[in-house]
């Protein structure tokens, strides 16, 4: 059975997807960290980087990127780099994540291990005198370089340009079609670049950047290329402009041809892709400020992917990568647990377990280890483990015990209960997403996650303290007074 998560950047909604492989299914949602004074986030591009099990991902509105511990999905670093961050990149070997900046027109480069940023790259002034503006990036572990591909040069062509990874000086260029992208694999010596503006896939000498052949491939775009452990004997690319029409293209890494008849996709924008860790299943984002759809294909033993279904994420999806799981770098999941949709009754073991409830009214038992519970659909009835638990509870009213050790609490939407247990505890508040009831409430110990600190307000009632936001009501406390919140907002209540 395929392993492992695909994260989806979710551009428009500030959020990142994680989806469970096996399933095809969404495990959860994770919004990006805005403190009081940052702009809405904007996730553009996410990397996994494996030797420290953190996730990458760029936030354009905020120039910086935000790494998250992949155990539990916590922030567990955020590093300014240049104005507009666009594409990124993080090498395999654990050192460095390159970032192209395009208001600046600068490259950051960050070290992994030190979260710092060692060198800022400025774009060529020959490349900025004719209108170039730096876009994608890809590291090459083997020859220590990067490839930069620079877009909006005048006229029909644009420019690749290649850096030494060590003095982070120019090495060499070329010229290509206009609009492009940069991918490769471990299977050969090229560098494979879709151009959307020249309708096809230029293939270089990834030493010598001359060309080894050109593929047509109309509006060719998203590129999926890995250079880690794994072989990949195929290279896939999409038609962005063709609205699903042939939207998917597979290119023998062998041979650099075509293989077979393009894939239509059941959306339009299919942007960009990631192949399952164990390369068996294919993920494509469709983006647009209103898209929330990823697709999902299985890959046959030639290499050619076939539509079975769609995972619905935030909005406007748009980067996405590959996670393998793996227990030994303190993976969350471990065991997955799936439910039907009826009223199933899920029970974790003491290790870290995954409970998907999906639809219908279930009842799930954490028990011992790390666990994300996600009620789905139906009024739930969910129970926290004695270790630090993720706990979704979805649509409907749900009724959530939460059993200490630094539990993270979304009821979703409706109406739901939520009792804590002894210790520390995190409760998300949205706008929109019904009243909740919190019993248990711990100052010191509980806090609350809101999309702002402005616009806060408290008050009594007969069953606690009643919190609102921009007139709105998101969660009754019972036995506290509105006093306590408004002496100790700024403790109780984080972004």
């Given at each position: ?48 980087l ?71 790259i ?7 005198a ?7 990036v ?85 590129a ?64 647009g400020?209103?898209a ?21 994420v ?55 280890g ?63 997403e019904?009243?909740?009831?919190i ?14 600190l ?42």
């Open positions: 059975m395929s392993t492992g998560e695909i994260v989806v950047a979710n551009r428009q909604s500030g959020t990142l997807s994680v989806i469970d492989v096996a399933t095809d299914v969404e495990l959860f949602e994770i919004a990006l960290p805005q403190a009081e004074g940052d702009a809405a986030p904007e996730p553009m591009y996410v990397s996994y494996s030797e420290t099990n953190e996730v990458v991902v760029g936030d354009r509105a905020n120039d910086r990127l935000v790494f998250f511990d992949r155990s539990d999905y916590s922030v567990s670093s955020l590093v300014s780099v240049g104005q507009g961050v666009f594409h990124s990149w993080a090498d395999p070997d654990g050192e460095q994540v390159w970032v192209a900046n395009d208001i600046d027109n600068t490259i950051s480069v960050v070290d992994i291990q030190s979260k710092q940023v060692i060198e800022t400025p774009l060529a002034a020959d490349l900025i004719l209108g170039g503006k730096v876009h994608d890809f590291l090459d572990p083997v020859t220590q370089h990067a490839y930069v591909s620079i877009l909006n040069i005048e006229g029909d062509e644009d420019v690749i340009v290649k850096y030494s990874r060590e003095t982070f000086a120019e090495v060499d260029r070329a010229l290509v079609g206009d609009g492009p992208h940069i991918s490769a694999t471990s299977t050969n010596d090229v560098l494979y670049v879709p151009t959307e503006g020249g309708d096809q896939v230029v293939v270089l000498d990834r030493a010598t950047l001359d060309v080894v052949t050109e593929l047509t491939v109309p509006g060719a775009h998203g999926v290329g890995a250079f880690d452990s794994r072989t990949y004997d195929y290279f896939y690319t999409t038609n962005l402009p063709g609205g699903g029409a042939g939207g998917l293209y597979t290119i023998d890494t062998a041979t650099n041809e075509i293989l077979g008849e393009p894939i239509d996709t059941p959306f339009p924008v299919p942007h960009n892709i990631a192949l399952s860790p164990e390369s068996d299943k294919l993920y494509v984002t469709h983006s400020a209103t929330n759809q990823v697709s999902v294909y299985e890959v046959d033993d030639n290499g050619i992917p076939s539509l079975t279904g769609a995972v619905e935030g909005f406007n999806p748009f980067g996405l990568a590959s996670v393998a799981l793996s227990t030994d770098t303190g993976g969350l999941i471990q065991n997955i647990r799936l439910g039907t949709d009826g009223a199933d009754v899920l029970a974790g073991s003491h290790e870290n377990d995954n409970l998907l409830g999906l639809a219908g009214n279930d009842i799930l038992y954490g028990n011992g790390r666990d994300a519970l996600s009620g789905g659909k139906g009024d739930d009835l969910i129970y926290g483990g004695s270790q630090q638990d993720r706990i979704w509870g979805g649509e409907g009213d749900d009724t959530i015990f939460a059993n200490g050790g630094g539990d993270w609490i979304d009821g979703g939407l409706g109406s739901d209960t939520i009792w804590l247990g002894a210790g520390a505890a995190t409760i998300v508040l949205k706008s929109g019904g009243v909740d009831s019993k248990n409430f711990q100052l010191g110990s509980t806090q609350f996650k809101v999309s702002s402005s616009g806060l307000s408290f008050a009594d009632s007969a069953d606690g303290a009643r919190i609102s936001q921009g007139g709105e009501l998101l969660a009754v406390v019972s036995w506290q007074t509105a006093a306590t919140f408004d002496a100790n907002s700024s403790e109780i209540f984080v972004v």
